[in-house]
Nanobody, 124 residues
């Protein structure tokens, strides 16, 4: 059993920045692929960013390319999402996820564990 806990969300003005963190606990001995997803009110959960266990490869949704950066610290069992140049349309609950396999995944079905989510609100 692995538990993921997100933190770092909040309210910022458009153009501002936030850094989200996701800390894993429990059975953290596996090599996880990591992902970040977002879900606005009444919307489906959408892919934001993913990173392989090694950190050598990353993938981003077109809407966040050049603005968001995913990174991880395997020694700390933590994944991060640096969010710059935030836009009102970025407003959503952000979830981190871990997949117990190697690779780079943009779909929710590949991920085995999910955090509870952290709210990000970007004002105009």
């Amino acid at each position: 059993q692995v538990q993921l806990v997100e933190s770092g969300g909040g309210l910022v003005q458009a153009g501002g920045s936030l850094r989200l963190s996701c800390a894993a606990s429990g059975r953290t001995d596996s090599r996880y692929a990591w992902g970040w997803f977002c879900q606005g009110p009444g919307k489906e959960r959408d892919f934001v960013a993913a990173i392989s266990w090694s950190g050598a490869t990353t993938y981003y949704a077109d809407s966040v390319k050049g603005r968001f950066t995913i990174s991880r610290d395997n020694a700390k069992n933590t994944v991060y999402l640096q969010m710059n140049s935030l836009k009102p349309e970025d407003t959503a609950v952000y979830y981190c996820a871990a997949a117990t396999s190697s690779g780079l995944y943009s779909g929710t079905r590949q991920y085995n564990y999910w955090g509870q989510g952290t709210q990000v609100t970007v004002s105009s």
